[in-house]
């Protein structure tokens, strides 16, 4: 995978392992023969189930979130074991369960990757062979991005191997036997391409308190690049014109556009393909959550077993009064001129 050169401004702990790039680029080509294979086989392996996409912006509790799916057990999702074969999932998927289900451990032969799933994260970075990953090796093979993280719908439409897309994640259902979840913001600006695309599908769509995201934003620009000045994350179609404002303005007006782009993308979905949660709520009753989520995903005699509540961890903001100033700025004005 080629490194973008903002990459290079990543503070130490952030910047990529060259080496285990190279690793995986051989090990994932050397695959590809045996991962067609298995997907032209792929009615062998069993029914399909729903594909979940979460979608939001930015810092809005969908790695919590994605870490809290992951528990309850109802949901397979890219774990950092299965992120390591992003160009031959399918065959991932199989070597995870030869060496993580306990129904294939022999006498107790390997145990080493079996551990909890921590509720905890390093700016969407988690811990463990088998906690959630982003995945997003595997979205940028099908994505001909260039300077910005973003391609209209009807591009990617004759761009994307749309029936390999979508034979490779219908086929981790497969064997994994359950949906599959997994984080999609790399496509927050295209959830009618993806909703055209998968006959199966619910869209998760996550909001957090936008004063709170913003300066969530801002955090997370210090510890990774050293800076709040650096952009972080995709590059979205409003990037040329955010790029020249102050931090705090250039976090609100990323924050808004993504927010809109998502709200309108769901608009255009059938009510029983989504769901929205509001980030506070689930933190404070994530049952309630979970029972919106079966009845969506058409799961019955599924109790939840997961926590009670999640601790919004969060003291005063600083710069409050700004950030409030700066979203609304952008909310007067829907193309961010005045911002």
């Known amino acids: 995978m080629p490194i973008k050169p903002e990459e290079t401004q990543r503070v130490e702990v952030f910047k990529r392992n060259v080496q285990l790039e190279d690793l995986l680029g051989r090990l994932n080509d050397t695959l590809q023969c045996a991962e067609d294979t298995l997907l032209s086989n792929a009615s062998d392996l069993g029914p399909d189930y ?8 930015l810092r809005s509790g969908t790695t919590l979130f994605m870490q809290w799916l992951a528990s309850t057990g109802v949901v397979a999702y890219p774990t950092n074991l299965l992120s390591r074969f992003y160009g031959a999932p399918a065959m991932g998927a199989q070597i995870q369960l030869l060496l993580t289900d306990p129904q294939f451990n022999f006498r107790n032969e390997i145990l080493d990757f079996n551990c909890p799933v921590a509720f905890e994260s390093e700016n969407g970075k988690t811990r463990g062979a088998l906690a959630p990953n982003e995945f997003w090796y595997f979205w940028r093979r099908f994505l001909p991005f260039r300077e910005l993280d973003w391609l209209p719908d009807q591009t ?5 191997d749309q029936p390999r897309l979508v034979s490779e994640l219908s086929a981790l259902t497969q064997v994994f036997g359950k949906p599959f979840a997994l984080k ?9 391409f993806l909703d055209a695309i998968f006959k199966q599908a619910l869209f998760v769509q996550i909001k957090r308190d936008p004063v709170a995201n913003v300066a969530s934003i801002l955090e997370a620009r ?8 650096a952009w972080y994350s995709f590059k979205i179609p409003e990037y040329p014109q955010l790029q020249n404002l102050d931090p705090v303005a250039q976090s609100a007006g990323q924050l808004h556009y993504i927010n809109r782009a998502v709200t309108q993308g769901m608009a255009s979905v059938d009510e029983s393909r989504k769901l929205v949660v509001q980030y506070e709520d689930f933190c404070r009753q994530p049952a309630a959550v979970f029972d919106q989520l079966k009845a969506k995903l058409g799961m019955r005699n599924t109790g939840y077993v997961g926590p009670d509540r999640f601790d919004i961890k969060r003291g005063a903001i600083p710069n409050r009064q700004t950030i409030e100033r700066s979203l609304a700025d952008f909310e007067r004005s829907s193309d961010g001129s005045e911002a």
Not at 184 to 192: D, E, G, R, T, V
């Open 222 to 229: 210090k510890r990774q690049l050293g800076s709040e000045n």
């Open 156 to 160: 990617l439409f004759e761009v994307v």
């Open 50 to 57: 729903p594909i979940v996409f979460v979608m939001g912006p």
């Open 184 to 192: 999609s913001m790399i496509l927050n600006y295209n959830i009618p």
